[in-house]
């Protein structure tokens, strides 16, 4: 018991000792650097904004194609492709055709730059896929690839998108080659005159001598097919736009198409010599809407309009469709089936002065290649004559791919259609309107 009690009275005195003895702090670890409380802290410098871009996206009516000052497009191979000659093969990436003088060129946006991504001939196909990789393609990159290229170095803001014209149903250039090659071969050769074809300049296939029906131009299921391949390319375009937009905002534009023929001709063009295009062999009528711009027969322009009024309905049910599937995109239908009123070909007995379309022009052959320079009259030609400059266009496409489009002063109207249309607030149509009598555009 004892040596119990010393025991814990020397633990006590030992701790109590422990307690008392000073510590050096500075023996255990060192002190810390004191610390300026005033000392700036650095801070990285925030990302400059991108500057912003309207881009234009789909086919000739949106590429420019008729309204001259086309620019070079760079190809799949990363090469810049200018003009490469009247014989080259049509699939260069230059004849894509993206004018200066395009709408989105031209049109009053509040952006720092305008990408023209659209291609003539355009299909929906091509929004995902090479161009080339389909008959009658161009050598150019999915225009998707292009708009992800675009992302990189700019601010989409602005979005313009004319597609569904030409898909794998049918092209509107098929559909326009179709119906002019109908009424020469109507007025130039009479029915006993089989020896000598009038071809469509496009497929090559021989013309029948009737006006064009609208089923000729597109079927109803023609038509729904198209919406149908139309609206899938799209959906990937709004979808691409959501994945890579720098800041998310960004306004898409559907536009649909104008007809370049009126409902009816001007009286100038509606009989020739006594002879009206219900007579057979009618040539003096022919090579008179030809200088006007607007070989067709006048029961044509009713199907025509068909034509162009089923591509407006395709481009509005589009849009329909996706505005619905993305009720949180700012995704609008622009409708310019009337821009042109009182300015189509033909309306008027000047045209085609004055007007907004470009006239059908072809283009002769000498020493086997093109010349170079249109045709802006047929006077003294005959069966054999029409054959051979008909034959150019199927050979060489880009000799007349320019007929029939909206020309500079036609996007310079589409450009006041697209400006509206961005600049509305609240609306997810807008009708665009010329006055045909004034010239003014409105819209609503």
């Known amino acids: 018991m004892k040596h119990a009690t010393r025991f814990a009275a020397g633990v006590a005195a030992t701790l109590l ?12 670890r060192p002190a810390p650097a004191p610390i300026d409380v005033l000392a700036p802290v650095a801070v990285a410098p925030a990302a400059a904004p991108l500057p912003t871009a309207a881009v234009a996206m789909g086919d000739s009516f949106i590429s420019g194609e008729g309204a001259g000052s086309y620019e070079s497009v760079v190809d799949v191979n990363g090469a810049a492709q200018g003009f490469p ?6 699939s260069n990436a230059f004849f894509c055709h993206r004018s200066a003088n395009a ?5 009053a946006l509040a952006v720092d730059a305008r990408m023209n991504l659209a291609c003539s001939g355009g299909q929906p ?15 150019v990159e999915a225009q998707l690839d292009q708009l992800r290229t675009v992302a990189t170095t700019h601010d989409i803001d602005v979005v313009l998108i004319g597609l569904g014209s030409n898909n794998s149903s049918f092209t509107f250039g098929n559909a326009a080659a179709e119906c002019a090659g109908r009424f020469v071969a109507d007025g130039y050769i009479g029915w006993w005159e089989v020896w000598v074809p009038i071809i469509n300049w496009i497929n090559g296939t021989t013309s029948p001598q009737q006006p064009c029906t609208a089923n000729d131009l597109a079927t109803a299921g023609e038509l729904a097919t198209a919406q149908i391949e139309t609206t899938d390319a799209l959906r990937l375009v709004v979808q691409t736009l959501q994945e890579i937009d720098a800041d998310g905002e960004h306004t898409i534009v559907l536009q649909d198409y104008t007809n370049p023929l009126p409902l009816e001709y001007d009286d100038k063009f509606y009989k020739e010599r006594r002879r009206t295009d219900t007579r057979d062999k009618f040539r003096h009528l022919v090579r008179e809407r030809y200088a006007g711009g607007c070989p067709a027969h006048r029961a044509s322009l009713g199907p025509a309009h068909q034509f162009s009024q089923g591509l407006g309905n395709l481009v509005e049910g589009t849009h329909a469709s996706l505005a619905a599937e993305f009720p949180g995109v700012d995704l609008r239908y622009l409708n310019v089936q009337r821009a ?13 002065a004055g007007v907004l379309a470009t006239p059908v022009r072809l ?10 320079v249109p045709v802006t009259n047929i006077d003294g030609t005959n069966k ?20 029939w489009h909206p020309n500079a002063a036609g996007h310079n109207v589409l450009g006041q259609c697209l400006s509206a249309a961005v600049a509305a607030v609240g609306d997810t149509r807008i009708d665009c309107v010329r006055n045909p009598w004034s010239g003014a555009i409105s819209t609503s």
């Open 384 to 403: 054999i004559d029409i054959a051979r400059i008909q034959g150019a266009c199927t050979d060489w496409f880009q000799t007349c791919q320019e007929s």
């Open 103 to 107: 709408s989105i060129e031209v049109a």
């Open 17 to 28: 000792a422990a307690v008392a003895a000073p510590v050096n702090i500075a023996d255990a």
């Open 85 to 90: 000659g009247w014989s080259a093969p049509n």
């Open 363 to 372: 283009m002769d052959v000498s020493g086997g290649v093109p010349t170079g």
């Open 125 to 139: 196909h091509d929004m995902a896929n090479d161009s080339i990789n389909r008959p009658s393609g161009r050598t």
């Open 340 to 352: 042109f009123d009182g300015a189509r070909l033909c309306e008027r007995s000047n045209s085609p």
